[in-house]
């Protein structure tokens, strides 16, 4: 009996168009090339166990395989959903006897990170001693997912994911392979390309799936969303996606750079993101980055979120819009974070040291015996309405924590500071 795919004609073209070498492999030049580290590993004859970290349908599988053929290793594929303890057992038994008869093996283990911190401690002594050469694979930062033991042991090596100049070598390929061109224009190519979110097995399927429509019309980007699903964003709401981009977010904010960080905003919510995880991000961005430059920041942010939680999504999701607006074009300062920052840097380095006495309370005839709140002098009273006194512990100098730049509101409240230093400097005689 024949089986579904028995022809070659008949198997999935991802499958038809998987490279046979690695200089097959697009979009990874900068880890196969001559001066990328797994070409020199290649050159040199000797191949270090490694972690391959990339986005899906970027090549891991593919690579590992190609390495263990290039380098006559043994190829054991294993997926860490899919296996266990005993599973191991019986790969690190066959790779010792291949090693007793002189051959390698290459262990590739996909999704890696599935795997508990024990299982991947399993891994440390047929590594160390030479068992098995490991390729792992992972889509999760290995920094996070993979104890430091192993990673000890391995070289990490970031995957990219596909580029256009790579998706159109796919598309090359794979037209060539279908013996004719796909009914797309430029924008309906460019659009494919796009859907494809650097996938380079799932950008092979919509190929494949346009390949069976009539060569006319061609498709624009409007008639090719027509035809094919849109594609979920990849975007992991409890992972490094989450982190990622609320960071670009937040330093695109930083470098006021308003576009760029509503195009951050809208990739989260368009990932499913909490939209008060961002509302409480920018509030803290309106305290830590802007502060004094703009006082109404905050009042802004804070307004936003209470929008947002009276109106709910989508159209709660405007008053954010607004609020990255505000914010992107506000004047930034930093000054009041890093104050804060050096008072707090100071007050663990001094300890326990008591205020000066003329600013303590007397409620009691001993404590003005003791002179508490001798010496005091009323600020009020004073014609100006600054005594000058000193605020600081005795025998503490002087600290300057808050600095303002002059920017924004912060522009007046330099003014400030500097009439009160020279009023200090006057009334004390320095």
Known sequence: ???????????????????????????QDHLLGPDGPL??????GKLASIILWGPPGCGKTTVARLLAERTRLHFEPL???FSGVADLRKVFEAARSRKAAGLGTLLFVDEIHRFNRAQQDGFLPFVEDGTVVLVGATTENPSFELNGALLSRTQVLVLKRLDEAALDQLIGRAEQAQGHALPLDQDGRAALQAMADGDGRYFLNLVEALSTLPPAPLLDAAGLARVVQKRAPAYDKDREGHYNLISALHKSLRGSDTDAALYWMARMLDGGEDPLFIARRLVRFAVEDIGLADPNAVVQALSAWDVYERLGSPEGELALAQLVIYLGTAPKSNAAYMAFKGAMRSARQTGSLMPPMHILNAPTRMMKDLGYGKGYR?????????????YFP????????YDPPERGFEREIRKRLDYWSRLRDKKTGA
Request: charged letters at 30%; hydrophobic letters at 35%.
């Open 1 to 27: 009996m024949s089986g579904l795919f028995d022809r070659p004609e008949d198997r999935p073209l991802a499958e038809r168009l998987r490279p046979v070498s690695l200089e097959q492999v697009v979009g």
């Open 39 to 44: 070409g020199r590993m290649l050159a040199a």
């Open 79 to 81: 997926s860490a959903v």
């Open 378 to 390: 009323y600020d009020h009273d004073a014609e100006d309405g600054f005594s000058g006194q000193n």
């Open 394 to 401: 005795d025998g503490m100098n002087r600290q300057v924590f």
